[in-house]
Nanobody, 125 residues
Framework: QVQLVESGGGLVQPGGSLRLSCAAS???????MGWFRQAPGKEREFVAG???????YYADYVKGRFTISKDNARNTVYLQMNSLKPEDTAVYYC????????????????????WGQGTQVTVSS
């Protein structure tokens, strides 16, 4: 089984930046990994995903502001978040797919496989 541990969340002012990290252990690198988030009173939603060969896919509301990347040597996926807005406030969860999908966009619809425990991001002045 795969273990995922997120870090890097915290409190930041609007317009600020944070970098989230997701360290994976207990298995090989998944075909897809990604970040999802859940705000109070809302369902979990997709933020960004990355494939085993480095392809990336973003939700429309974070394009141009967030960047997903990975370091295979450290078994770690990152999410660089810039120009943060109050509506970005949520618990951010790392996900690792347990199977292949037809495309990264298919993966983004629900994620699956393994989930981290989440890290809180709060954007407020």
């Amino acid at each position: 089984q795969v273990q995922l541990v997120e870090s890097g969340g915290g409190l930041v002012q609007p317009g600020g930046s944070l970098r989230l990290s997701c360290a994976a252990s207990g298995g090989t690198f998944a075909p897809y990994m990604g970040w999802f988030r859940q705000a109070p009173g809302k369902e979990r939603e997709f933020v960004a995903g990355i494939s085993w060969n480095g392809g990336v896919y973003y939700a429309d509301y974070v394009k141009g502001r967030f960047t997903i990347s990975k370091d295979n040597a450290r078994n770690t996926v990152y999410l660089q978040m810039n120009s943060l807005k109050p509506e970005d406030t949520a618990v951010y969860y790392c996900n690792a797919a347990a199977r292949t999908y037809n495309s990264i966009s298919s993966y983004s619809r629900s994620g699956g496989g393994y989930w981290g425990q989440g890290t809180q991001v709060t954007v407020s002045s």
